[in-house]
Structure formats: C-alpha cells, structure tokens
C-alpha cells in the first residue's frame, strides 16, 4: 500500500502549506510464471553433472615415454587389468627433447593405487616376435596405456609423475613365485621372456640381464611361479636349453632338442643333482631362498656333472712345434680329460739361446675322485704339490699328440714314462715359474718320428752309396752273364732231361691204369685173401664154440 499526499496548482503557487489528508493506493504483487522452471531444472541438471564429473574425476599424472607412436589425446585409454581407468588429456614433447610426456586423466576410484610409487606404465602395441605374438586387440581398437600398480594398501604420498617402460614387464603384481640369479659367461640365445622349464613344463621366464661390474660375466634374473619355485633347492642345476645339442661317439649320433620355442627364442631348464648316475650324495630337498645365486652351464651333461672344484694352475714348456694346439684344448690323463690349455706363449731361453712354447694349462685335481683326497691327506703342501709331486718323481711327463691326423689338432696328454730321469717340479714363488707348478715334457708324436727320420736320413748320408752302387752294378753284370750261361748250355740238357721224365710216367701209366694185367691179377688176389679171411674167421668161432672138435672132429663126422 503506498500513501500519498497531492499538491493543486493554487497551492504549489502560493508556497508551502500544511499537508492535507494523505491518498492510499495498494502496491503491485509479485506473480509466478511457469516459464521459469526449464532454466532452473537446467541449472540442477548442470549442478548435477558437475558434482558428478567431480566426484568421478581423478588427478591427473604425466607419464614419460620414448616416443608417442599411435597416442592422441582424448582418444588413448589408460586400462589396468583391461578396464579403462583414464583417458589421455594431452602429448607433448619435453623440454630436453629426449621424450614425450604424456598427461593421463585418471578417474578417482583407481587413483589411489596408480599414484603408487612402484606403478608401471607402458604402450601396449601389436608385438610379433620369437616368443610369440601379443597385443592383436589393438589392431581394431588402436593403442592403448597400460599400467601394473601394486597389490596391497597405498603407501606413502601420491606420486604424479612416472617413467614409461619400452617394453611390458615380465611380471606383473600378484604373480606368486621366487626370483633367482643365474651367473653365466655369456647371454648367448637368451633374452628377456625366455621361458624356464622343469621336466619340459614351463615354469617361469627371464625377467631381466645385466652386465656383472667387471664385465666378465652375464647376470640373468629368472622368475619361477609357484608351486614349481619349491622344486629349487640348493643342489638345483641350470643350464642353457636353447638350441640343438648333436654328439658324435662311438655309439653313434645323438641329437638332442628342446621346444620350438626354446630353439627360437632360447630357454633354461633345471634339475636335481642326483638326477646324473655320477652323483653321490644325498640332495637337499629344502627350498632355496629368494635371490640365491647358482651357474648356468652350457649344456645338461656339464650341469649334471660333478663339480670340478678349484683349477690348479700348471705350466708346461715345450721345445718342439705346437701347430695344431689351441686354447681350450684338452688335458688328458689315461684317456680322461682332467683340464684345458688356457695360454699359448713363445718366449725365449737366453741361456740356451733358442726359443720354446710356453703352454699355462688348468687341471681340476678333483677328477680324479678319491685318489686326489688321499693324496692330499697324506701330503703336507699346496693341493697341487700334493697331487702333482709324488707323480713327477714317478715319471710323470707331458707330451703332446694328435688328436687328429685328419684335421692336424693337437691335446696334451699326462703320461708316465718311466725309463726317464725323475725330476723336481717347481713350486710358484720362483721369480721364473711364477704362473703354476711347471710339468716337465718330453718330445711329442711328431717330434719323436721327426728325430728317428732324421737319424735315419744322417745314417743315410753316412753310408758309402756310390761304392755300394759300383758293387751292386757289377754283381748284377756277373749275374747277367751267369744268366746268359744256363739259357745256352744247361737249358737244351734240362729239356731232354724233361723229355726222359715225361716218358717214363706214360709207361706207369699204362703199368698202373685200370685195364692193365697187374691190376686184375691184383684184385684177384684181394678176394682170395677175403675168402681166406672169412673162413679163418669161421673156425675161430667154432673152436670158441666147441673146443674139443679139434680132437674128436666135427659133430657130424662122429654121427657117421
């Protein structure tokens, strides 16, 4: 209601006056329209989606890759376990222009276990290779993210900023297994995804290699899931099973070959130590620790056999060719091979004033079994000196020989050869023999058939050849005539002499053949005998028979 007061002409002329009664009129009221209600349903629709958004939002995290290959932003999904749990937001390039930095919006219910600190990321793409084939769903889909967080409550603060891997891992979060170390001297057909195999099942795979500081060797980290991590035991035996082990002998020709996969993308295999019938011992069935170290053998026949023990070094020195000795080649020992030769020298003897080989070999005194640890409890000295010492003084050389007449190749061979001198063996420390107990040799093969050649060709050389040819042509001269001789005056006697001969065998013939006088008169004369003979034989039997018809006469005679 509004109250007003109104004002005539006459009295705005004549000045201010005094008020008279006021005038009321009511006021305007408010009215509601329908046409308000679609901006504020919008509003609270809006509102809505907001809070939403919000809620359902996460931080968002940058992730450092090599390259951005097939990611676009508000396209390229962020999954973990195959469920999208981002979306890129932005790629760019860094400031050192070295990588891409990929900006990821994460949403809020997985962001508290991808801002873990140990959480994985990288470009899942198709990948073909030796191992297999992986990553096809993105031949339709495009490429995508992918990230590994760990299992368990979220530790420590948030992190947002992550380094990409180039390639998936091996393992992923909630694997149950054991990781171990294999030490080998060379990575050879194997790589990261290799499987490992235990009686041909596979087991696990190779995690990751590394170069040892020294760079003398290969470390190879390998994952064997559960249950099968248990069968690994501190006598356990690894060896590289990639590839096609072929042996030659004398029994024939023996090929051995793993998996498909394991001869293309190589493999590992393990077992127990007793599994070799050389083994003695009982196993240790207790599982291995995590991270414990073990050797990765070349092939399963070095892994099963029996631990070698520590090298003794040993030098050899030799004065005759050592064409067709490498390094590697075998020590031998009666036929079993006991060490390699592992440097080839040639160095100079000033106070002979000639050359010489020097050969620095390895034995491993544990091959030869029990007889080494006798000796070693029963000498005082170094292993070596115990083992090698007592076998010097009783002959004990080296020589080199033929392993081939074939291909030329040469081994050392530990021989006795008793008719020799015996000799002492240095012990190092001396300024000279520094390097390992120094072997003494005698002469090789080749070197002994060289010298007997040799001497052959000096006594040769010694013998009066040109007045043993003079001699030798003049006895074949007397030897001609003598020849000459027999042909013209005993060669016509010879023939009558012949003749003669020849006609005297016809008339023994004619005397002696089957129609002739003498042999029918013979052969009357043998049946005569035989009639004889029969009736000799008659009469012994009836003089056996009655005796007394030698006096009284034949039974019949006395009937008369």
Do not use: C
């Not at 901006?39 to 940058?62: K, M, Y």
Request: proline letters at 6%.
């Amino acid at each position: 209601m509004t109250i007003e007061a109104e004002d005539t002409p006459q009295q705005m002329a004549d000045g201010p006056q005094a008020p008279e009664n006021p005038v009321i009129r009511p006021g305007r009221s408010l009215r509601w329209s329908w046409v308000w209600l679609v901006p504020l349903l919008a509003l609270a629709v809006a509102l809505s989606l907001l809070a939403s958004v919000w809620v359902r939002t996460g931080p968002v995290i940058t992730i450092s890759f090599a390259s951005a290959a097939g990611i676009e932003a508000g396209q390229t999904k962020l999954r973990y376990r195959d469920v999208v749990v981002g979306e890129v937001k932005d790629v760019r390039v860094a400031k050192d222009r070295q990588h891409v930095l990929v900006d990821v919006q994460l949403v809020r219910e997985g962001a508290s276990y991808i801002t873990q600190k140990d959480a994985k990321f990288w470009i899942v793409r198709p990948r073909v290779s030796l191992g297999g084939v992986s990553g096809l769903d993105t031949l339709l889909s495009g490429v995508y993210l992918s990230v590994d967080a760990p299992i368990g409550s979220p530790k420590g603060d948030a992190v947002t900023s992550f380094e990409g891997l180039a390639n998936p891992p091996e393992i992923l979060s909630g694997q149950v297994g054991t990781r171990f170390r294999l030490v080998t001297r060379s990575l050879g057909s194997l790589t990261v995804g290799s499987r490992v195999y235990y009686r041909r099942i596979e087991v696990g795979r190779v995690v990751n290699y590394e170069m040892t500081p020294d760079g003398r060797a290969v470390n190879l980290q390998i994952f064997v899931e559960a249950p099968y991590d248990h069968y690994v035991t501190s006598d356990t035996r690894f060896w590289d099973d990639g590839g096609v082990d072929v042996s030659v002998s004398t029994s024939g020709v023996q090929v051995r070959t793993s998996g498909l996969s394991a001869i293309l993308n190589g493999g590992v295999a393990f077992a127990q130590a007793d599994e070799s019938t050389a083994y003695e011992g009982k196993v240790d069935s207790t599982p291995a620790a995590p991270g414990s170290t073990y050797t990765l053998f070349d092939s399963r026949d070095l892994a099963l056999a029996d631990p070698d023990g520590d090298p003794v070094p040993i030098e050899l020195r030799f004065a005759d060719s050592v064409r067709g000795l490498r390094v590697g080649a075998e020590v031998d020992y009666h036929g079993l091979a006991i060490g390699k030769v592992v440097d080839i020298d040639l160095e100079f003897d000033s106070a002979r004033k000639r050359f010489y080989s020097r050969i620095r070999a390895e034995i491993y005194p544990m091959r030869f079994s029990r007889a080494y640890l006798d000796l070693v409890a029963s000498a005082h000295g170094a292993e070596g000196e115990a083992l090698l010492k007592p076998l010097v003084q009783h002959g004990l050389r080296a020589q080199l020989r033929s392993a081939s007449l074939l291909t030329g190749q040469q081994y050392v061979a530990l021989d006795f050869f008793r008719d020799l001198d015996p000799a002492k063996i240095q012990i190092p420390g001396d300024p000279d023999h520094a390097t390992g107990l120094l072997i003494p040799t005698v002469p090789g093969d080749f070197a002994q058939l060289q010298q007997q050649l040799s001497s052959i060709v000096t006594k040769l050389d010694k013998m009066p050849l040109e007045s043993l040819g003079r001699e030798l042509q003049g006895s074949l001269g007397s030897l001609h005539k003598l020849l000459q001789r027999l042909d013209t005056q005993l060669a016509p006697q010879a023939s009558q002499t012949l003749e003669s001969a020849r006609r005297s065998l016809d008339r023994m013939g004619a005397i002696l053949g089957p129609d002739a006088p003498v042999i029918a008169d013979l052969q009357d004369t043998l049946k005569a005998l035989d009639g004889a003979a029969r009736g000799l034989r008659l009469l012994t039997d009836t003089l056996q028979s009655h005796p007394e018809s030698l006096l009284r006469g034949p039974a019949r005679d006395r009937l008369r």
